[in-house]
């Protein structure tokens, strides 16, 4: 009888143990000593961490790269095509010539708001079960990088940085259901909020106009937050998918698909000094220069 | 239990956090991560009995909440864990008389693991849309027991060699 008092007694304590530790954190909020607990262990934590990634990661690389040889040869057939069609297309440029120039133009314009990026890789990504999307990624505050940054790639907005070490930094991503972005639609202006679903190919959009126009394939652009922190102006999040107006609300909300693919982030970079100049939505990408591949096998 | 025995507790359990996120989340595996810390949780529990169950949960709880780029809230982890080593080491299978039987056990385990963390969240934390969990369930149960098949026999292996187990070890209510 004794044994078994001292088995209840063991998981008693530690759930008492947890539960206290889920409370204190709670009541904490910001800035207060656990926080600062987890911080040291990250710490920590993170130069094992990137030793361990650095001597797992060519065993992953085989591992992805042996289930995508089964799509490679699907994709090089494609390739081909697209090259003949590309080809054609060269033929008849002089045309295409004058609009790239013009382009140029509003590049240099929209060069003149472009960000100062550091670079980083994924080397850590959270459990799905956990009902919350985050990464971590290999540049900390050696590299300038603080929390509530920006964090974006080649096709648009990641998130933001939360937990920063001195050599990592975690991220959160837009798709996590705790993040919210203020946005707007490109070239009509409308003003919304974006926010994350848990679902890795969809955000909703809020508009704040409830009889604002908006239709599939507008593209959303981040507005920006005050000195760019957490999120500087002018990225692309994603395009609306689909419009749900529901009579005798005040707002109207879409579904948005990000352009980002959250499920294959290896290379992203860090905003760690927003534009001076904020690029106008009106030369911010279009569905076409923002889903270059996508628009040309379609 | 002996100190040794703890130490490779600890050990197993820490490695297998920090390779979660750098290794296995990062397969690409339709559904859930292949979650290798609740297997070892389970298998421990099942060589050894609620107490260590129970105390392989916390402490893989506490690792998993300071370890990034998992940001949940303190505790939750541990709590939920420590229920789930406690229960599977009160069933006590064992797996030197079947083979199928720890690992319907370690299926059903990290089953119920994502519903109670799922609803803790919901508590503690913020409403979870429940609707797509379905799937994160059948493939947490399948990727667990297939897991489980290569990490039991590799933990009995391992407290084998770690001398002889006291009957004490293996307290059940």
Redesign the interface.
């Known amino acids: 009888m004794r044994?078994?008092g001292?088995?209840?007694a063991?998981?008693a304590v530690?759930?008492l143990?947890?539960?206290?530790?889920?409370?204190?954190?709670?009541r904490s909020g910001d800035g207060a000593l656990?926080k600062t607990?987890?911080s040291i262990?990250?710490n920590l934590?993170?130069p094992?961490?990137q030793g361990?990634?650095n001597a797992?990661?060519p065993?992953?690389i085989f591992?992805?790269d042996y289930s995508e040889l089964i799509d490679a040869r699907q994709r090089a057939r494609e390739l081909e095509a697209q090259n003949v069609e590309l080809l054609e297309k060269l033929k008849t440029s002089d045309d295409a010539r004058r609009r790239a120039s013009e382009l140029d133009a509003l590049l240099d314009i929209a060069g003149s708001g472009s960000y100062r990026l550091v670079p980083a890789q994924?080397?850590?990504?959270?459990?799905?079960?956990?009902?919350?999307w985050?990464?971590?990624i290999d540049a900390g505050s050696n590299d300038g990088i603080t929390s509530n940054m920006t964090v974006l790639n080649g096709e648009g907005l990641i998130g933001r940085t939360?937990?920063v070490?001195q050599t990592?930094a975690?991220?959160?991503l837009l798709i996590d259901?705790?993040s919210r972005v203020g946005a707007r639609i490109s070239g009509r202006g409308e003003l919304g909020f974006a926010s994350g679903?848990?679902?890795p190919g969809q955000i909703e959009f809020e508009l704040f106009d409830a009889i604002a126009k908006i239709e599939v394939n507008d593209v959303l652009l981040t507005w920006g937050s005050e000195d760019g922190q957490p999120f500087a102006g002018g990225v692309p999040i994603g395009r609306v998918s689909s419009v749900e107006s529901k009579p005798g609300l005040l707002t109207k909300s879409a579904v948005i698909e990000p352009f980002v693919d959250f499920?294959?982030l290896d290379l992203v970079g860090v905003v760690v000094d927003s534009p001076r100049v904020d690029p106008r939505p009106i030369v911010g990408p279009t569905p076409e220069a923002a889903l270059p591949s996508e628009t040309e096998t379609e | 239990m002996n100190s040794a025995r703890w130490f490779a507790v600890v050990f197993t359990i820490f490695f297998a956090v920090l390779i979660q996120p750098i290794f296995l989340a990062r397969l690409n595996l339709p559904g859930a991560t292949i979650d290798l810390i609740v297997v070892l949780v389970c298998a421990w529990a099942i060589l050894k009995g609620p107490i260590v169950g129970a105390t392989t949960g916390f402490l893989a709880g506490l690792f998993i909440d300071l370890v990034p780029p998992t940001e949940p809230v303190l505790g939750l982890n541990s709590l939920a864990l420590s229920v789930v080593g406690f229960s599977v080491g009160m069933l006590g299978v064992k797996p030197s008389k079947s083979f199928f039987r720890p690992l319907l056990v370690v299926a059903f385990a990290s089953v119920v693991l994502i519903l109670l963390r799922a609803t803790l969240i919901s508590i503690f934390v913020s409403p979870i849309a429940f609707s797509r969990i379905f799937e994160l369930l059948i493939t947490q149960a399948i990727y667990s027991s297939l897991l489980a098949v290569f990490v039991i026999p590799l933990i009995t292996w391992l407290d084998r060699k770690l001398g002889p187990t006291l009957r004490s070890d293996e307290l059940r209510i």
Not at chain 1, 17 to 26: A, H, K, M
Not at chain 1, 122 to 132: C, E, K, L, T
């Open positions: 044994d078994n001292r088995v209840r063991v998981l530690l759930l143990v947890s539960l206290t530790l889920t409370i204190l954190d709670i656990l607990v987890r262990s990250a934590i993170a094992i961490q361990l990634f797992v990661n065993v992953r591992f992805s994924v080397i850590g990504i959270g459990p799905r079960q956990d009902f919350s985050t990464i971590t939360s937990t070490t990592t975690t991220v959160i259901k705790s679903q848990d679902l499920s294959k």
